[in-house]
Antibody
Framework: QVQLQESGPGLVRPSETLALTCTVS????????WSWVRQSPGKGLEWIGN???????NYNPSLASRGTISLDTSQRQLSLQLTSVTAADTGVYYC?????WGQGTLVTVSS | QAVLTQPSSLSASPGASASLTCTLR?????????IYWYQQKPGSPPQFLLK?????????GSGVPRRFSGSKDASANAGILLISGLQPEDEADYYC?????????FGGGTKLTVL
């Protein structure tokens, strides 16, 4: 059974760094590009970026280089760091590959 | 102009069919892309439904009923998700996605109401 489980703080202060982790089980971590996707309240899906096991990363240009995605294959964990957050970064953050998505974790940016 | 455009809403009756469109920007040829479709119900993550490039290059998501199917309308430069025999539980948001230069691009989503 494939499981993707996001974890991280639910509240982040403005201007600080959002850090999330996604643990992958039940599927080969070498078989997919692994993505982070977010969804602001009441809005659509926004792709943040992805990584392949060889270390290749791609990012949404709209993030203006604030995002960093890494992959620890030994721990089967995908990570996201998003710097200099603002209220506009509030939303549910999902880790995903094409066929599978995590349940998502809500991150609120507020002082 | 957005890369992928979806109508914001669509209504259909139980038992009927619904055709959800995903129109690609005019400089992007739908024939070159595999279109992915996701269903999202309130409070839940998106669920993969299917991917469709052609009748010989398509894949149904695990456990997804066959009444969900994909196609393309080349004349409209659009991908299509057809849902036949609509059921009340099909009421959800539907998103299309393509891979473009190693990145994902999503459509804005269509809210399907079954009434």
């Amino acid at each position: 059974q494939v499981q993707l489980q996001e974890s991280g703080p639910g509240l982040v202060r403005p201007s600080e760094t959002l850090a999330l982790t996604c643990t992958v089980s039940g599927v080969s971590i070498y078989s997919y590009y692994w993505s982070w996707v977010r969804q602001s309240p009441g809005k659509g899906l926004e792709w943040i970026g992805n990584i392949y096991f060889g270390g290749t990363t791609n990012y949404n240009p709209s993030l203006a280089s604030r995002g960093t995605i890494s992959l620890d294959t030994s721990q089967r964990q995908l990570s996201l760091q998003l710097t200099s957050v603002t209220a506009a970064d509030t939303g549910v953050y999902y880790c995903a590959c094409e066929d599978f998505w995590g349940q998502g974790t809500l991150v609120t940016v507020s002082s | 102009q957005a890369v992928l455009t979806q109508p914001s809403s669509l209504s259909a009756s139980p038992g009927a069919s619904a055709s959800l469109t995903c129109t690609l920007r005019s400089d992007i040829n739908v024939g070159a892309f595999r279109i992915y479709w996701y269903q999202q119900k309130p409070g839940s993550p998106p669920q993969f439904l299917l991917k469709y490039k052609s009748d010989s290059d398509k894949e149904q998501g695990s456990g997804v009923p066959r009444r969900f199917s994909g196609s393309k309308d080349a004349s409209a430069n659009a991908g299509i998700l057809l849902i036949s025999g609509l059921q009340p539980e099909d009421e959800a948001d539907y998103y299309c996605m393509i891979w473009q230069s190693s990145t994902w691009v999503f459509g804005g989503g269509t809210k399907l109401t079954v009434l």
